[in-house]
C-alpha cells in the first residue's frame, strides 16, 4: 500500500504554524538575548529572514522553516518544504548557500525509503537553488515534519527589507494563492492529488526572481516578503507597518489556481484561515464590493507561496514581464499609498 | 498544577534521535546536491557542524539541534537545548553569532506562559554565549520540541575538525557521562530533579573552553567532538575513523556524576543504549576489566555532553589545570595510538 503522508497529520504545511496571536504572546514578555553587532535584521519586524553583516560587502541572510505534509508524495513534500524555506532568503535579495535538514518522523510507521524520498525531493530543490546540504538534525517523533535551515549571502547595501516599501510603488505577486484551501481539499481527500498539479508545482519553484531579472531591475525592488501562512493579509500587514504604509490590493486582481475558488467554495478551509482574519481584524479593511470568497481567499495559509514585490511603478511591466514565464500567474495586484489608519485595504 | 514537561513525551532528548544505523540507511542511496565552492566541511565525516568558507579569514560553522523535554522544569529545558545546540560550533573551535528557534508546542496543553520559559532558558544561555537570537519557526503539535539552529564564526585555518586526531595525543573529556540515564530516572519520576542538579547544571554548561584557553593552549588541540546522542564510543569512534587513528580509552577514568552508576544500577536506560551498541558493535572492542556497568555507561546517550579533545600529550595538564574550575570532572580519559582495526578500545 503506498502511503499516503497527509493522512498522516492532523494538520499540515503552514497552516500548523503558531497563530500570529499566540506568537506575540509567547515572545511578549521575553527578554531577548542582546542584538550583537552584526544583527541588521532580526525578528522585529516580521521580516522573512535575518541579516548579520560578515563585512562592507558581505552579510548572511538566514531563515528557518519546517512543518507536517501538505501533498501525500514523500518526494513532493520534501521538494515544497524545501522551496518553502528557501523562499525566505530570496525574498531578501539573497543567494541561498547552505542548508540543514531538520527531520522529525515516526519510524515505526514510516520506511526509511518513504523518508529517504522526503530528502530526495528536498535534495533536488536544493540542487536546482545552487546550495549545498551540509547537516541537520533527525529524531523519532509521533508525526513526520520537515524543513530546512537556510544560509545565504546578500549584498548588505541590497537587501530587500519589510521596511521601505514606497508610496507610489506597484505590488507585484509572482505565484497564484491558494494552497492553503487546496490542499486542505486534498487532506480531505476531496481533491484528488492529480488536479492539484498547478498548485503542487507552484509549491515546488524556487522563488528565484533574482535569476530572471537585470541589475537594474532588481534596484526597482524597493521592499519584497513571502505570502507563506499568515496569507496575503497577514503578510501585507506586516509590510506596511514595518514602511509606514498602507496597501491598497484588489481582489479581482489576485492571481489563483483553477482549484482556489471551487475549494473555498466547497468550504475546505483550515485553523489558520481563521486566526489569519483574527490577526489581521483591526489593521485590514474590505471594500464593499469584496465577496467573503474573496475574504477567505485573501486569508488563506500559502505553502511556499510567491512574493510581494514593492516595485517602482515604471517598472511594473517589465518585471512581470521577465517573470512570467517562470512564474505563471504574476501580475500586479494593488499599490502602495501613504500611511492611513489602517494597514491593508482589499477593494 | 505545575506541569512537568517529562511526562508529555514518550523519550526525551538526545535519546530521541534518528538511531545511527538507520539514519545510514535512510542517507544511503540519496542523491545528494552538489557540494559547492566554500563548503570545507559537510556531513560526510560526522562533525559537529558543518564548515563554509567566506574568505580567507572568515569561516561559518553551523550546526542544528532540536529534541524533546528531559527535564520537567520549562526553563531548564529550554538552556540545556540551547547548551546542546551551541556546543556544536563550539567543538569546531568556532565562537556562536547567531541562533534562530526551533519550536513545536503542543498549544492545547501548554500556557503560553510555558512555552515562554523554554525560551527564555534558551535566551539567557544564548546571551551568555554572546550570540543573538535573530528568529525561527514554531508549529503547532502533539509533543513539545526545542532546539536552535546555531551559525559561528571561525578562522579557516583553525577548524578543529575530526580528522585531524594524532597518534599520541591524550583524550580530554570537560563534562562527566551519565545524562542519559539518569534523565531516565527522572522521566520515570523514580529520581527526583532535586537528586539530578550537578547532571541539570552540566547540561546547561556551554562547552566554551575557548574562553579559559590562551592561544597557544587552543594550538594544542588537534581535533574535537562533542558527546552527544550516541555516546562516548558512538562519537569516539567516528572521531577515531575520520582521523584513521585507534582511541585508547580507560573505563576507570570515565569521569561520572554522583547518580551516573546508581541510575544505570537501576536499569534506567534509554532505547538509544541499545542502538549505540549495535551502532558500535564492529567497531569497539571491551577489555576484559571492563564492567557491565562501565559498558552501558559508554553507550550512554548524552544530551549537551562534554568535549571530547584530542590533544597534544605535554598540552594536557595545563589545558586541564585551566578548564577544571569552570568544566568540574574535566580530566584525561585515554590517548591516541596508530590505526588498528578496531576505533576505539575501552580497557
Chains 1, 2 share one sequence.
Not at 156 to 165: C, D, E, R, T
Request: hydrophobic share 45%.
Amino acid at each position: 500500500m503506498t502511503i499516503k503522508l497527509t493522512q498522516t497529520v492532523k494538520k499540515g504545511g503552514c497552516a500548523a504554524k503558531v497563530p500570529a496571536l499566540v506568537l506575540r504572546e509567547i515572545l511578549g514578555g521575553l527578554r531577548f538575548p542582546p542584538v550583537i553587532p552584526g544583527v541588521e535584521v532580526d525578528g522585529a519586524n516580521f521580516d522573512d529572514a535575518a541579516i548579520f553583516k560578515i563585512s562592507d560587502d558581505v552579510a548572511l541572510v538566514q531563515t528557518l522553516d519546517f512543518f507536517t505534509p501538505i501533498v501525500d508524495s514523500p518526494y513532493d513534500f520534501g521538494a515544497i518544504a524545501a522551496a518553502n524555506a528557501l523562499s525566505d532568503v530570496y525574498a531578501m535579495g539573497g543567494t541561498p548557500k547552505t542548508c540543514m535538514a531538520i527531520l522529525a518522523a515516526p519510524l515505526a510507521v514510516l520506511e526509511p525509503a518513504v523518508i529517504q524520498a522526503v530528502l530526495q525531493g528536498a535534495s533536488d530543490v536544493i540542487a536546482q537553488a545552487g546550495a549545498s546540504l551540509v547537516g541537520g538534525h533527525s529524531i523519532d517523533d509521533d508525526t513526520l515534519k520537515f524543513g530546512l535551515s537556510v544560509t545565504g549571502l546578500v549584498h548588505p547595501q541590497k537587501v530587500w527589507i519589510n521596511s521601505l516599501a514606497q508610496v507610489g510603488d506597484k505590488l507585484i505577486l509572482t505565484k497564484p494563492l491558494g494552497t492553503g484551501t487546496i490542499c486542505a481539499g486534498m487532506k480531505r481527500q476531496d481533491i484528488d492529488e492529480s488536479r492539484a498539479h498547478a498548485a503542487i508545482s507552484s509549491m515546488k519553484r524556487l522563488n528565484n526572481v533574482q535569476d530572471f531579472l537585470t541589475p537594474d531591475e532588481l534596484g526597482q525592488i524597493h521592499a519584497a516578503t513571502d505570502i507563506t501562512g499568515f496569507g496575503l493579509l497577514g503578510h501585507g500587514s506586516q509590510l506596511a507597518k514595518a514602511s509606514g504604509v498602507t496597501l491598497h490590493i484588489s481582489a479581482t486582481a489576485l492571481p489563483v489556481f483553477d482549484l482556489t475558488y471551487e475549494c473555498l467554495g466547497q468550504g475546505f478551509l483550515t485553523k489558520a484561515h481563521r486566526s489569519n482574519d483574527e490577526y489581521t481584524q483591526k489593521r485590514v479593511s474590505f471594500g464593499t464590493q469584496v465577496t467573503e470568497l474573496q475574504k477567505l481567499l485573501s486569508f488563506d495559509p500559502q505553502t511556499s507561496g510567491g512574493l510581494l514585490l514593492s516595485v517602482s511603478a515604471q517598472s511594473a511591466d517589465g518585471i512581470i514581464e521577465a517573470l512570467r514565464d517562470h512564474f505563471p500567474g504574476t501580475c500586479v495586484v494593488g499599490e502602495v499609498r501613504a500611511k492611513s489608519s489602517l494597514d491593508v485595504y482589499l477593494e
